[in-house]
């Protein structure tokens, strides 16, 4: 079991989803948390909640599509938490339209939000991790979608592809500073309407079902575990399986 008791997490997008689920359960493995996250009022309520279960946390309103606000991330959870161990690069954003009808503002937003944030995040992560002289870890938030595609998805599509690339190149030139660079990319995730999946959602994937937030947290807790330092500039796929069924019409 992975232990990270005096370990500073950064998660990005903690206010829901997958990155509520990180920032949690590294808290219950003893970790000091920083809810990296753009709504106050998602962002605070995560913090509480890990507090409020005896866990270590701290909320600091954050847009990573702002390289100020990302300065400022590293340099507020260096003047509390005095160092920074782990990163998850997990804020991100979709829009699902028609490229013919996509505008250059609409792509850039999704870019900086999903691609650009992750390599400033890390930048300035190793930064701190450099100095510490011990490493750290980072763990970036891919996708399925890096690998196969529906229609309308290219602005989301192109930067989960970036992310996966940019974590092997971050891993080679991080690597002599000890810190390691992996990725995940989950598949169907489904962070609301669980108890709303039919039987047929859950019978396409091999598991048996669709996954939750709680499986990519595990994933994180595997590739940021200081005992598991041998991984570097990997990508992990967390799909139930959906990713390698082949799929015939009858």
């Not at 996708?143 to 891993?171: C, D, N, Q, W």
């Amino acid at each position: 079991m992975a232990d990270f008791q005096n370990q500073i997490v950064v998660v990005t997008g903690a206010g829901s989803g997958i990155g509520k689920a990180a920032a949690e359960a590294f808290a219950e493995k003893g970790a000091s948390v920083v809810v990296a996250e753009l709504n106050p009022e998602t962002g605070e309520e995560t913090a509480c909640s890990i507090r409020e279960k005896g866990g270590k946390a701290s909320f600091i309103e954050t847009d990573v599509r702002k390289p100020n606000h990302i300065i400022r991330l590293f340099q507020e959870t260096e003047k509390q938490f005095g160092s920074v161990h782990v990163l998850i690069n997990n804020a991100g954003i979709s829009r699902w339209k028609d490229p013919l009808e996509l505008d250059v503002a609409e792509w850039e937003d999704v870019i900086h939000t999903n691609l650009r944030s992750v390599f400033l995040c890390s930048r300035e992560a190793a930064k701190y991790m450099k100095k510490q002289g011990t490493g750290g870890a980072i763990v970036n938030i891919a996708s399925t979608r890096a690998f196969m595609s529906e229609p309308y998805t290219e602005a989301y599509a192109a930067s989960k592809g970036g992310i996966v690339a940019l974590t092997h190149a971050l891993a080679i030139s991080f690597g002599r500073y000890r810190i390691r660079v992996n990725s995940i990319s989950p598949g169907w995730i489904e962070t609301k309407h669980y108890d709303q999946l039919s039987e047929t959602d859950h019978a396409q994937h091999p598991a048996g079902r669709v996954g939750r937030p709680r499986d990519i947290a595990k994933g994180c807790l595997y590739l940021a575990d200081r005992e598991n330092g041998f991984i570097t500039g990997q990508n992990l796929t967390i799909d139930g399986g959906m990713t390698v069924k082949m799929i015939y019409e009858e």
